[in-house]
């Protein structure tokens, strides 16, 4: 490992290293593009674990539904847990990489070999501790998804102070997640098809990507080596309390963190409604799903520009926030007029604006963590991004658990009726719980969040005064 640029306990200046970046200028184009791969391995294993996993484990595995369910479930609880603790850690680590860079190389090496191991876990005809294993297998893959992540989102605050600068550093990361999305959700299942479709094919595709996944860690890390660094702050004339107290009384970042919730239990309800809504409503199968993915992966890439483009005009990362919340719950109402009749060109197109609306989401949430970050050194005088990456992210885990949990429960209220042989005719009520689920609750969850928004007051003139 290589020496880190690093900074004095407290300080947000030049880093004192040879060779590194100026905060306060733009950033190289290779480290921008070397930061972002590494969300592309772990947006490949994220949408391909959503929305292949569950049925693998119920169809090939042999694991009821139910048991899936608790599963999954508790493993988003451990998730939520470790996430500050994985925070704290990176905050304390000393090595000559820095603080947050050795955790990409060991969190991709955990998530590659959990994602391959998810997908070559014994059934339960295999073996009687089928179930015990595979529970074991999906902690190992949080694990792995939590030891890389948290450090990573940490990155952004220490590599520049410029308020503009930290939205073009995130656009790179829009991309990586546009080109992971396009992998996961729609390549995913069509390479599974292409091997079989059966539990072969599932297997082949683990082991590729699984390989993406680690080369997409590697590249992330060897590209950041010159990457800015802060050094974690060991003494402070704040008790634990007071510095508890500050982090709770960051007003820019809790609104944050009640912002990225509704907005993923928005998408955690959306999708876990929307291939019900492919199959009933609108009449079509896997191959369609795999055409949506396409078209809202394609959204995604070309709307991060846009975003970038009106955010380097207006000024105001808050403003577009809200303009891309306001234009996601417009899409998802739409949801409400389709149909079965309705042509695959209109529906596609669908995909395609909220892949544009789900760019500028991205792109402005993350953008806008780093400033609350900031605001946090600034008021106390401590280093500790992780911990609050670490909070941010297990708002991520616990929008997923509630939002999935939620959705089943309403079908299961409304009345919709559970099969082992596909498709089956479902009554009214369960229909129009469907429509609700891709279309109203998640608008609402939206709209709720542009109130929300309004509160935000950390503004680009605050931002740069605080890294002075």
Same mark, same amino acid.
């Given at each position: ?99 947050? %860079?050795?955790?990409? /190389? ?19 005809? #295999?073996?009687?501790?089928? /179930? ?6 999906? &902690? ?6 939590? /030891? ?9 605050? #220490? ?8 939205? %073009? ?29 059966? %539990? ?25 080596? *010159? ?11 704040? @008790? ?30 959306? *999708? ?17 799903? !795999? ?42 109402? @739409? ?37 609350? /970050? ?8 401590? %280093?500790?991004? !992780? &911990?609050?990456?670490? &909070? ?25 009726? @559970? ?6 005719? *479902? ?34 003139? *605050?931002? #740069?005064?605080?890294?002075?």
């Amino acid at each position: 490992m290589t020496d880190a640029p690093a900074l004095s306990p407290g300080e947000d200046s030049q880093p004192k290293a040879a060779g590194a970046y100026d905060p306060a200028k733009a950033l190289p184009l290779l480290l921008c593009i070397g930061w972002g791969v590494g969300t592309f391995g772990i947006s490949v294993m994220f949408n391909s674990v959503n929305l292949l996993l569950q049925r693998y484990a119920t169809d090939f595995l042999g694991i009821a539904a139910a048991s899936y369910g608790v599963i999954y479930f508790l493993s988003k609880i451990y998730d939520a847990i470790t996430d500050p603790l994985m925070g704290a850690i990176s905050d304390r680590t000393k090595s000559r990489a820095g603080r947050r %860079r050795p955790y990409l /190389i060991l969190g991709g090496l955990v998530s590659a070999a959990a994602f391959i191991a998810l997908f070559n876990a014994p059934s339960i005809e #295999e073996t009687p501790y089928a /179930i015990a294993i595979f529970a074991g297998l999906l &902690i190992l893959y949080s694990t792995g998804y939590t /030891i890389f992540n948290v450090p990573y989102l940490a990155m952004p605050a #220490e590599m520049t102070t410029n308020y503009l600068e930290r939205a %073009r550093l995130i656009s790179f990361r829009v991309y990586a997640i546009g080109f992971g999305s396009l992998a996961g959700l729609s390549f995913a299942p069509m390479l599974v098809a292409m091997w079989g479709g059966g %539990r072969e094919g599932h297997v082949m595709l683990a082991w590729i990507y699984g390989a993406l996944i680690l080369i997409a860690s590697i590249t992330c890390f060897a590209a950041t080596r *010159q990457a800015r660094a802060t050094t974690n702050v060991e003494k402070s004339p704040l @008790s634990r309390a007071e510095k508890l107290k500050l982090i709770f009384t960051n007003k820019p970042f809790m609104i944050l963190v009640g912002v990225k919730t509704l907005h993923l239990a928005s998408l955690a309800v959306t *999708q876990a409604a929307f291939i019900y809504f492919v199959v009933y409503v609108l009449d079509k199968g896997y191959g369609a799903l !795999g055409l949506l993915g396409l078209a809202n992966a394609a959204g995604m890439l070309v709307g991060n520009p846009l975003w970038y483009w009106a955010a380097k005009r207006l000024r105001d990362k808050r403003i577009l926030y809200m303009c891309a919340s306001v234009f996601a719950g417009l899409v998802l109402l @739409s949801w409400w007029f389709s149909s079965a009749s309705e042509p695959m060109e209109v529906t596609m197109l669908r995909k395609f604006l909220h892949g544009i609306t789900t760019a500028g989401s991205l792109l402005f949430g993350q953008a806008m963590l780093p400033d609350a /970050i900031a605001h946090d050194a600034h008021r106390s005088g401590l %280093r500790r991004e !992780g &911990i609050f990456a670490g &909070i941010f992210t297990t708002a991520e885990k616990f929008a997923f658990a509630v939002g999935g949990a939620i959705t089943g429960i309403f079908l299961g209220l409304m009345g919709y009726i @559970s099969s082992t042989t596909g498709a089956t005719d *479902q009554p009214e009520t369960a229909i129009r719980a469907i429509y609700l689920c891709v279309s109203v609750l998640p608008a609402t969850l939206l709209f709720f969040s542009v109130l929300l928004l309004t509160q935000y007051n950390l503004s680009e003139d *605050q931002v #740069e005064a605080a890294a002075r």
